[in-house]
């Protein structure tokens, strides 16, 4: 083999080398993650990954071998996804997480949760009137698969025993159920606030909707403080985080149509992160409400504690989320 | 030669259309090229098998180990069974898009990742939003899909799917090929190729080796374009590509001599980009043959 020829060839030769390293380290992190490497090796690919660019410079403007150049864009975009990616630790995100971006992003949306919240209560006020005035109305708003009997036409002694521990269903399957299936509607509340808010809203109301059609059923037979104590339990948490998960929708869904000052693209994704952070939250704590509504109302059959539960958390959450905190505005900066 | 320039769009992988430039901190373009809607939907489609196997393989699991033990540990199968689902769902494609990769197994198969539209590191969030849109990209119009009602019900689900089947084409209505997830997130999704490092065509020596004498009328027939084409065609090394552009070259520069196909080829290929390269140091890039 003689020696090179082309100036571009003798450029090639001189760095292959760290090229190759490079290409070695990053598939080795793609196979067994950045732990795999040691420091010295860590250390040394950002310096590598600014010899890489350079060369892709030099290479852009002075080869023309097409396939060097496309291998060096490919080496460098897979560096620079590495070496500008996301590079806190998972600990550490989770405690920002709980200090600040979750708690932040609730007070930020507090205009949508107010929204949320009065077209849930909208609902429940608007049904509870109907039905207590005319009963037929409870099949609109409650699909009757859902009721499991608990309708106008149930006699007062049933309802009661469906308040105290009328289910035979294994408790934690019962709670992981409620869970998953509440953490579902939640997501997908949040992914109608896209079109524009209206179906967002619209899931909003109905939950109302079948909130007070039941309330109705139940105190048109002198059940209301009871059933209000075996909804308060968990429902308190869980109206609360489904009235985020709404809030969370509303921010995109407004920010689709009056981006404001920014760009619509622009306004939408920091909607949507933003709303995406409430998300994980609301997430935690559909899974905190399917716990006391599967296990602790179960359990629990005494209508003063159910209350004093579901007002304890409701109280804890608002304080969690709306207690005006110094550190927080100084984290978000 | 107009048949090597035909070819040339099926040689080259170059997608002018999908190049999007990222400016690196270091001031450097790293032309990123964005995914096509059919590599997307292959990879969506590779995902949601392994999702769809897993799911299956899982219940079979679940349930043969229900059918051998019985009692009360019934529940936590039960229990088990749930968050399968739910996690498949929901998590899985979170959990690998958190991954160092950004991608899910069916993208990585095709060479794709998710990154930020503007350049910065992909966060949890931005990961959260994308997958939570899938909700009406793909599920809603599921739903729609495999509802059975008849009269004005049917009519209903009919405008229903239309309708969430605007979420799911989504990316076929924008320039780069957004899903709705991704306008939500800020994110899109591009090629990560891993490439080698392929041997340098020029760099055997080959002129001196073979003793081929181009003229400089010769060397000059051609610009970067051709000679771009003909280094796709020497690295596929198809023999009946090979002979026709080689008839063509030798008719073009005129070139008596019955040499092998490809050894005539690498040495016109050494000769034309040496002789490229230098018209380039001396700040001339000759884009193609009608470029003087």
Not at chain 1, 158 to 182: D, I, V
Not at chain 1, 260 to 274: D, I, K, L, N, Y
Not at chain 2, 110 to 137: C, H, K, W
Request: with cysteine.
């Amino acid at each position: 083999m003689s020696a090179p020829i082309l100036k571009s060839q003798r450029f090639r030769q001189e760095r292959e080398a760290d090229w190759s390293q490079l290409d070695r380290l990053l598939r080795r992190i793609d196979k067994e993650g950045p732990a795999a490497l040691d420091d010295r090796q860590l250390l040394s690919i950002p310096v590598l990954y600014r010899s890489a660019l350079s060369a892709l410079s030099v290479a852009r403007a002075t080869s023309l071998d097409h396939q060097l150049v496309e291998y060096l864009e490919s080496l460098c975009a897979r560096t620079y996804f590495f070496v500008y990616g996301n590079r806190s630790h998972p600990l550490e995100r989770i405690r920002r997480f709980f200090l600040t971006d979750w708690p932040n992003a609730a007070q930020a949306l507090w205009r949508e949760t107010v929204g949320a919240g009065l077209l849930m209560l909208l609902g429940t006020v608007v049904s509870y009137a109907l039905v207590l005035r005319d009963a037929d109305w409870f099949y609109a708003f409650v699909p009757a698969a859902i009721t499991g009997g608990r309708d106008p036409t149930a006699t007062t002694a049933f309802l009661r025993s469906t308040l105290y521990g009328g289910q035979h269903e294994p408790l934690s399957f019962f709670a992981a159920f409620l869970f998953t299936h509440n953490a579902q509607i939640a997501v997908f509340a949040f992914a109608l606030g896209f079109v524009f808010c209206l179906p967002s809203g619209f899931l909003m109301i109905y939950n109302g909707c079948s909130l007070g059609a039941l309330l109705a059923v139940f105190a048109a037979k002198g059940l209301g403080f009871q059933l209000g104590g075996w909804l308060f339990i968990h429902g308190t948490t869980e109206l609360f985080a489904v009235t985020l998960a709404g809030a969370a929708g509303f921010r995109v869904g407004w920010a689709l149509a009056f981006p404001g000052e920014r760009a619509r693209t622009e306004a939408v994704s920091a909607a949507g992160r933003q709303g995406a952070i409430l998300m994980f939250g609301v997430v935690i704590m559909l899974f905190a409400a399917g716990l006391l509504e599967g296990l602790g109302r179960q359990l629990i059959v005494n209508d003063w504690v159910r209350y004093a539960i579901g007002a304890a958390m409701i109280t804890a959450w608002s304080a969690y989320f709306y207690w005006p905190r110094s550190s927080a505005s100084d984290a978000a900066r | 030669m107009p048949p090597v320039d035909a070819r040339a769009a099926a040689l080259t992988p170059e997608k002018p259309g999908r190049v999007r430039s990222l400016v690196t901190p270091e001031g450097v373009d790293l032309h990123l090229v964005l995914a096509d809607a059919g590599e997307r939907a292959t990879a969506f489609l590779l995902d949601a098998a392994i999702i769809i196997g897993g799911l299956g393989v899982a219940s079979i699991v679940i349930l043969l180990l229900a059918v051998a033990i019985q009692g009360p540990a019934m529940e936590i199968l039960g229990i088990l069974w749930l968050f399968v689902f739910f996690g498949l769902r929901n998590v899985y494609f979170i959990a690998f898009e958190l991954t160092p990769g950004a991608a899910t197994p069916g993208k990585r198969a095709l060479g794709l990742r998710v990154a930020s539209r503007d350049g910065g590191p992909l966060t949890a969030d931005a990961i959260f939003a994308r997958n939570a849109i899938r909700e009406i990209e793909v599920y809603l119009p599921l739903t729609f899909l495999i509802t059975q009602r008849t009269g004005v019900d049917a009519w209903i689900v009919l405008a229903g799917l239309t309708w969430s089947g605007i979420f799911a084409l989504f990316p076929l209505f924008n320039r780069d090929r957004l899903r709705a997830g991704d306008l939500v997130a800020g994110t899109w999704v591009v090629r990560a190729p891993k490439r080698r490092l392929l041997p340098d065509l020029a760099g055997d020596g080959a002129i001196e080796r073979t003793g081929f004498a181009f003229t400089s009328a010769q060397i000059n027939a051609y610009g970067v374009k051709e000679l771009h084409v003909l280094e796709d065609v020497i690295r596929k090394g198809q023999r009946q590509v090979e002979a026709e552009v080689a008839a063509r070259i030798r008719r073009k520069i005129d070139w008596i001599g019955a040499e092998p196909d490809r050894e005539f080829l690498s040495a016109y290929y050494a000769a034309l980009r040496g002789r490229l390269e230098t018209r380039l140091l001396f700040g001339h890039r000759r884009k193609d043959k009608f470029d003087v």
